[in-house]
């Protein structure tokens, strides 16, 4: 995949799953996908490119590029090509790259799937997806053969550590140096199949293409300063959008080295981070890993001097944390994005970092939004209303699931879901999640300025809130919390304290004291889980 080809030297038929997107030139076909690791193995083969902790073992460009070309054999020597699927259950680790571009060299599409989901759950996922390889990590050995049983998946190649007599490894070996057929693919092709977490319904599988892994390298990787000299910590699960495209992709594209922490602990992390001989330059994460680690102990003592990019996104995220990371010297960059808009879709710029707290910036530079009211016209400043989306990096859609591609879009433009409003400068502030407001009284209420609220309350580990129904309002707030050691709280002073910050329609009617949120893999509170125990069923409260 080296040297520039026009249209007329591609044999590129249309995707059957993907529609053709905006990526390309006007005048021209499609755009033709380059390969990035084949590159920098070319041009800088001794760069370190991955750096795997678990395993402590380190590769460079030209390591890398050896273990994708023999995957991709071992992919011919299996039947699988362009348009087949390749499935990965593994914690992090480098096969995750391995996969993602010998997918891309074979022409194959690579299904990330989520670990922490039950055999069932996994089950429609890979029915919907019909991957003909599931690579697995040893501790997933009985879940991928029950699931090859369930789903008829043709081969499981197991991953047992970075030993020689590892399944995978010895895959790998036995396919060194055979030759590899590259497929020639443009940015419409699909690389990857995400499934959305399945808040609602059954999971989508949000396709994404070259196209939308390239653009994101663009719109996210310039302005934050991703370079050759790049070393980022990769602590999301890699199976997420957040952790595979939030640095790690951009990094790999730019020729940077990627550190890949197997699973997050806050006390690891932070040590990693301080540790001069690692160098780490940035990092990424959800609220959640930035909150756990300002709430460890070794928070305060950690050198964080060399970190000069400290991004957060996925979710708004509470002032207490973003000003305990300021009082650190780290200003934590909002964006925000979702898998759909692969996903960097708004950024803020680190000049306006300390005067636009609490925003995740504007658009980003190849990509368009609009904040539109419930008839879908757009919204004066500070109206709040849905956050709507365009450009090269928005999804061409879910697969097998027309019918849900059609829902969410608008002609051109992806509806995000995401409740938002737009300053007099244009700087945008994500409200909340269209589903996670309630209606109090006739006021909307949207949970997330409630949190704000109550993570100033010292006692306050972690909180929620949820619209639970009631008799005379429709619906009021319940306040889930976990409290800090040796903390307590009641309702009354919870009231009082909201009642000093909010209007009183949003002051939460009750609380209830859990040990934990529930979250899934990336650190995101599921509020659906709460609403099953505590609005579906009679739960106790603490008042």
């Not at 460009?61 to 699988?80: F, P």
């Not at 928070?299 to 990371?325: K, Y």
Request: hydrophobic fraction near 40%; include cysteine; proline fraction near 6%.
């Amino acid at each position: 995949m080296t040297g520039y080809a026009d249209a007329t030297d591609l044999d590129v038929q249309p995707d059957d799953h993907a529609a053709l997107t905006t990526s390309r030139p006007p005048g021209h076909g499609p755009v033709r996908a380059y390969d990035w690791i084949d590159h920098h193995a070319r041009n800088r083969g001794d760069k370190e490119a991955i750096r795997d902790l678990a395993t402590e073992r380190s590769f460079t460009y030209a390591d890398l590029d050896r273990r994708i070309d023999a995957l991709s054999a071992h992919l011919g020597s299996l039947g699988i090509g362009r348009g087949d699927r390749v499935a990965v259950l593994a914690h992090n680790g480098v096969e995750f790259f391995d996969v993602q571009f010998a997918c891309a060299r074979t022409g194959a599409i690579c299904v990330l799937l989520n670990w922490r989901l039950t055999v069932n759950e996994l089950e429609y996922i890979v029915g919907d997806s019909s991957p003909m390889l599931l690579v697995h990590d040893v501790e997933f050995a009985d879940t991928a053969a029950e699931l090859q049983r369930r789903c008829s998946i043709g081969a499981l190649l197991m991953i047992d550590g970075g030993t020689e007599d590892s399944p995978y490894e010895a895959a790998l070996t036995a396919a060194s140096g055979q030759p590899v057929e590259r497929v020639t693919l443009t940015h419409d092709d699909v690389v990857t199949i995400m499934y959305t977490s399945g808040t609602t319904g059954l999971p989508k599988g949000a396709m994404i293409t070259h196209g939308m892994n390239f653009w994101n390298c663009v719109n996210l990787g310039i302005p934050a300063d991703v370079g050759l000299d790049t070393v980022h910590l990769s602590i999301l699960p890699l199976f997420h959008t957040g952790g595979l495209n939030c640095y790690s992709n951009p990094v790999l594209h730019a020729g940077g080295t990627v550190v890949i922490m197997k699973a997050f602990d806050p006390g690891e992390a932070l040590g990693v981070l301080g540790d001069p001989d690692q160098g780490i330059t940035h990092f990424f994460g959800v609220p959640a890993p930035y909150q756990f680690m300002m709430q460890h102990p070794d928070f305060a003592e950690t050198d964080l001097s060399r970190l000069r990019v400290a991004g957060v996104g996925g979710a708004p995220c509470a002032l207490a944390i973003m000003e305990a990371w300021m009082e650190r010297g780290v200003p934590l960059l909002q964006g925000f994005g979702m898998t759909e808009t692969s996903p960097a879709s708004i950024f803020l710029d680190p000049a306006d970092a300390l005067r636009k707290i609490g925003s995740p910036g504007k658009a980003l530079v190849h990509t368009e939004f609009r904040i539109v009211d419930e008839g879908g016209a757009d919204c004066g400043p500070d109206e709040v209303g849905e956050r709507w989306v365009a450009g090269p990096n928005i999804t061409p859609g879910y697969w097998n699931k027309p019918e849900a591609t059609a829902d969410a879009f608008e002609g051109r433009w992806l509806k995000t879901g995401d409740a938002a409003r737009m300053d007099d400068e244009g700087f945008v502030y994500i409200v909340d999640r269209w589903k996670d407001m309630y209606i109090s009284g006739g006021e909307n209420v949207y949970p997330a300025e409630v949190e704000n609220v109550l993570y100033q309350l010292p006692e306050v580990a972690e909180a929620a809130v949820i619209g639970v129904p009631d008799d005379r309002w429709g619906e009021t707030g319940l306040a889930v919390l976990a409290l800090a050691p040796e903390a307590s709280l009641d309702r009354l002073t919870v009231q009082q304290h909201c009642a000093e910050h909010l209007a009183r329609f949003k002051v939460p009617s009750d609380i209830a004291i859990v040990d934990a949120l529930p979250r899934n893999a990336t650190g995101k509170v599921l509020k659906r889980e709460l609403r099953g125990r505590f609005v579906d069923a009679d739960a106790p409260r603490i008042s």
